[in-house]
């Protein structure tokens, strides 16, 4: 059996605490490292998967806007947000995106492309995710993440069960020296860092949407109005042509509130990320428990701190990204894509 991982963009910037060290340390390349101690043979950063996954929703929501269809779009990626749209909204689902999550979008890929170009048998693959979350414990099991009788992503660690079996396996983390994470998947941009974060969805997104449509890099890539932690926020922008509103909200209450107002017959927004945790995955319900207000802003201040640095602010700018397209998926929103990197929704009866 080939065994593979892929970590969480937020779980690198906290675990660190489960091993007492201060929050918001980024453990990127000696999570590599100590992974790799422990045995598995490929280790992966999500980050790929994000930026694969906003450079799908892209296409997704230019074809949407173009065709003035299901507007505005709704983000894919918290499963507890999708599962209660099934169990809800289920008549708002066409405006649910059709993106699978960057967990499932990587593991995808893992088990196609990575396969493929390793010669390795998909039947002998088994691919561990280390998440901030339980909920993504139950998105690797629907069945609609599976491809011809392989699942996307076969078991899912939240950030503490990955500190526990780090430990389990005497690995002494702060005696680690960084190391990249592994081909074909091992570059990532910053736009797929900032999804750990309220807004970086929405932030990311707006990047690669500007290129899309315009055909240029958007001027200035830091969007302030969305870095904050208020649980509604709100952004407009014209691209090209088209006039765009923006709304991200951290908490299903909030999102309930807002889809009533689109069904009374508000029209000004195009676009609303959903991520059902207050801050975002940032503050999972996998991560290190009795974390303070304090902790928490250290690790969104990483995230910030490490975009704006990045050499790589862009996906579409991600030679990895660039390469898996010309290589094997074709196009954003081409055939192999939606076979392997997009979903279906449905009703869910639910449990009274
Ligand atoms: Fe999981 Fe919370 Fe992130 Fe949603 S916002 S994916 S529930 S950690």
Same mark, same amino acid.
């Given at each position: ?6 970590? /969480? ?41 994000? !930026? ?8 997704? @929501? ?40 960057? #967990? ?69 983390? #702060? #005696?680690?020296?960084? +190391? ?6 091992? @570059?990532? /941009? /910053? ?6 974060? /309220? ?33 509604? &926020? ?33 029209? !000004? ?37 490490? !975009? +704006? ?13 660039? +390469? ?6 074709? +196009?954003?929103?081409?055939? &192999? ?16």
């Amino acid at each position: 059996i080939h065994v593979v991982l892929q970590y /969480s963009p937020t779980v690198s910037v906290t675990l660190g605490e489960e091993f007492g060290l201060k929050a918001g340390k980024d453990m990127n390349g000696i999570l590599n490292a100590s992974l790799r101690r422990t045995g598995f043979d490929k280790v992966f950063d999500t980050s790929f998967g994000a !930026d694969l996954y906003i450079t799908e929703l892209a296409a997704e @929501v230019e074809n949407r806007i173009r065709g003035g269809q299901q507007v505005p779009v709704f983000s894919s990626d918290c499963p507890a947000w999708v599962k209660y749209m099934e169990q809800w909204h289920p008549d708002m689902l066409p405006h649910l995106s059709a993106c699978k999550s960057p #967990q499932q979008m990587l593991g995808a890929v893992i088990s196609s492309y990575y396969t493929g170009l390793f010669h390795i048998n998909p039947d002998n693959l088994y691919t561990v995710s280390a998440m901030p979350c339980t909920a993504k414990k139950f998105e690797a099991q629907r069945e609609q993440m599976t491809h011809k009788g392989i699942s996307d992503v076969d078991a899912v660690l939240t950030t503490r069960e990955l500190a526990q079996f780090i430990r389990l396996n005497g690995i002494d983390i #702060q #005696q680690m020296d960084s +190391e990249l994470a592994d081909n074909p998947f091992h @570059v990532r /941009s /910053s736009s797929g860092r900032l999804l750990s974060v /309220s807004g970086g969805v929405t932030e990311a997104l707006i990047r690669s949407l500007h290129h899309r449509i315009t055909g240029k890099d958007l001027n200035q890539p830091k969007i302030a109005e969305l870095r904050n932690t208020r649980e509604y &926020k709100e952004y407009k922008i014209k691209i090209g042509d088209f006039k765009l509103g923006f709304a991200v909200v951290n908490s299903v209450r909030q999102a309930s509130k807002l889809i009533s107002e689109i069904k009374a017959g508000r029209n !000004d927004l195009h676009f609303i990320e959903v991520m059902a945790c207050p801050g975002g995955c940032i503050n999972g319900g996998g991560q290190p428990i009795g974390s303070d207000s304090a902790a928490l802003k250290a690790r969104i201040r990483t995230i910030y701190e490490i !975009d +704006e640095k990045d050499p790589i602010r862009f996906a579409y700018k991600n030679p990895a990204i660039v +390469e898996i397209y010309r290589d094997f998926l074709g +196009e954003p929103m081409g055939q &192999k894509s939606i076979e392997l990197l997009h979903t279906t929704y449905k009703k869910r009866e639910v449990p009274l």
